[in-house]
């Protein structure tokens, strides 16, 4: 009989630690997982500013050949491109170079050739698609950070997570130099 009890405890026991060990095993493989897609949403992040960043030397040769005399303007832009490119995704050089950009693209006003140029829209046009597939890979990074930190911080995975290496990971935010122009109310008159 004390064979039997023993013989039952100890298999109560492993089959206890066999169940908790998969556990730890399938919770490490979903933070694994999840953790990758951060890493991807934040490698979108890059691929899209390095698409803005080789689109900028074009547009600028396009505005020189209609308006070469608005060189403080392009050269602003020039270097607003080189610091962006220099830094991380969310400084205040990426919204410096936007700015700039946005400068230049008022150029297409002053000047009406320029304005009709094909070549001018047409980069017009693939400027507007990568800033919309940028706004896009910003809010795909935020969702797959959403989960992940969801998923790290839920019952039982907030008692391993730690110890497995998985830290919390950050929002895509916008930086100081953003925050003033963005929740401005914009100024419309008639």
């Known amino acids: 009989m004390v064979d039997i009890l023993g013989w039952f405890w100890t298999s109560a026991i492993l089959v206890i630690a066999v169940a908790a060990l998969l556990l730890v095993i ?3 493989n ?3 997982s999840l953790r990758q897609n951060v890493r991807q949403g934040v490698a979108d992040i890059d691929a899209q500013l390095r698409q803005r960043h080789d689109l900028i030397p074009n547009l600028v040769e396009t505005v020189k050949g209609y308006a070469g ?3 403080s303007t392009l050269e602003a832009v020039v270097d607003a491109r080189n610091r962006a490119a220099r830094s991380g995704p969310n400084t205040a050089s990426e919204q410096g170079l936007r700015i700039a950009l946005d400068n230049l693209l008022a150029l ?3 000047y009406p050739d ?4 094909a070549n001018f829209q047409e980069l017009q046009r693939e400027l507007a698609d990568v800033e919309d597939k940028l706004a896009a890979a910003r809010r795909a990074l935020n969702a797959a950070v959403a989960r992940f930190n969801s998923a790290r911080e839920s019952f039982p995975a907030v008692l391993f997570a730690g110890a497995l290496g998985f830290n919390e990971a950050d929002f895509n935010r916008l930086d100081d130099s953003e925050k003033g122009t963005v929740d401005q109310v914009p100024a419309i008159s008639f």
């Open 69 to 71: 005399h608005e060189s």
């Open 30 to 32: 979903n933070l694994v």
């Open 26 to 28: 399938g919770i490490y």
């Open 114 to 117: 320029l304005k009709a140029s």
């Open 108 to 110: 297409g006003e002053a």
